[in-house]
């Protein structure tokens, strides 16, 4: 078992930037691809980004490529998204996640909310225009 505790997000004015956190306890964390996550209101789940088990390799939705960046400190089993350039487009519920079911670094299938064991119960990031 592995509990999620995301934080980090609050109100930010367009343009602006934020860290995200997402600190995991339980078994050992770096045995576990993470991604995250995030819902608008009336809107699906959506990919955002995935990290692989030591941080090397990472994977973003286009919609925050180039703007978004995703790492990890294993040492402090702890994952971040770092966001910059936000728009109001990427206010949502910002919720991490952690799979051990994905045997290898899968673009297609970390990008699947059904692919993830783990979940935090999220952190609301709004962005003003």
């Known amino acids: 078992q592995v509990q999620l505790v995301e934080s980090g997000g609050e109100l930010v004015q367009a343009g602006g930037s934020l860290r995200l956190s997402c600190a995991a306890s339980?078994?050992?964390?770096?045995?576990?691809?993470t991604g995250w996550f995030r819902q608008a209101p009336g809107a699906e789940r959506e990919f955002v980004a995935a990290i692989s088990r030591a941080g090397s390799t990472t994977t973003y939705s286009d919609s925050v490529k180039g703007r978004f960046t995703m790492s990890r400190d294993n040492a402090k089993n702890t994952v971040y998204l770092q966001m910059s350039s936000l728009k109001p487009e990427d206010t949502a519920v910002y919720y991490c996640a952690a799979t051990s079911r994905v045997p290898y670094f899968s673009p297609i299938r970390l990008r699947q909310p059904l692919e993830y064991d783990y979940w935090g119960q999220g952190t609301q990031v709004t962005v003003s225009s």
């Open positions: 339980g078994r050992i964390f770096n045995i576990y691809y």
